[in-house]
């Protein structure tokens, strides 16, 4: 009889979504503190992003949303054997069907790493970041929060470009949407493969607008 390893991955409670009481308490606290800020990673694979953005800010929390349950398995296991599940957590979550149970105005950045690897217009239903999942994106994020995306396919950020810039949520950061760099201080494995490739990134930085 075939046992599925992942059968048991981690989800998100039903209901609405209290994100303090998605991460285990360590000894000195019974929550994460309400101050730290709180941060989302919409597909995290390997999670290695995750570990390094921990690492390089204290007070940072994280969530990951990860449709692969083998993903989401091995990462939120392996945050809690380093001893980090106080401030983050791995879900086997479809970001689209999780992110409506987040309360509003509650997430200081959103990440999406090199999302949508399928650029034939057939895949087009299969994409992650579409109209749907922007507005949600405008709706958790906290006034003046950011929304960082990057691809190393210049049709995608081309197309990802057009798509906010139609969202009157969202303005560009700086000047203009496109960067050069970051200033988060971590690099997904795949912009560090793109980089010792030799090849474009192209990184799209915004902030949320004020609400009303």
Do not use: N
């Amino acid at each position: 009889m075939h046992v599925d390893p992942y059968e048991r991955a981690p989800r998100l409670p039903e209901g609405p979504v209290d994100p303090s009481a998605l991460f285990a308490p360590t000894p000195a606290e019974s929550s994460v503190p309400p101050a730290r800020r709180l941060e989302l990673e919409i597909g995290p694979g390997r999670g290695w992003f995750i570990l390094e953005r921990l690492e390089v800010d204290p007070e940072v929390s994280l969530i990951g949303l990860e449709i692969r349950r083998k993903w989401a398995t091995i990462v939120d296991d392996r945050l809690a054997k380093r001893g980090l599940a106080h401030r983050a957590r791995v879900f086997a979550e479809d970001a689209k069907a999780a992110l409506p149970r987040f309360p509003s105005a509650s997430l200081a950045v959103a990440y999406l790493h090199f999302p949508d690897p399928w650029w034939k217009k057939r895949h087009q239903k299969r994409l992650v970041l579409g109209p749907e999942l922007l507005r949600e994106l405008a709706r958790v994020l906290l006034p003046g929060g950011e929304l960082f995306i990057q691809t190393d396919v210049p049709e995608r950020a081309d197309d990802y470009e057009a798509l906010v810039a139609e969202c009157p949520d969202f303005e560009p950061a700086l000047e203009q949407a496109r960067i050069d760099d970051h200033p988060y201080g971590a690099r997904s494995p795949r912009e560090r493969k793109a980089i010792d490739d030799g090849l474009p990134i192209f990184r799209l930085r915004y902030r949320r607008r004020a609400l009303g």
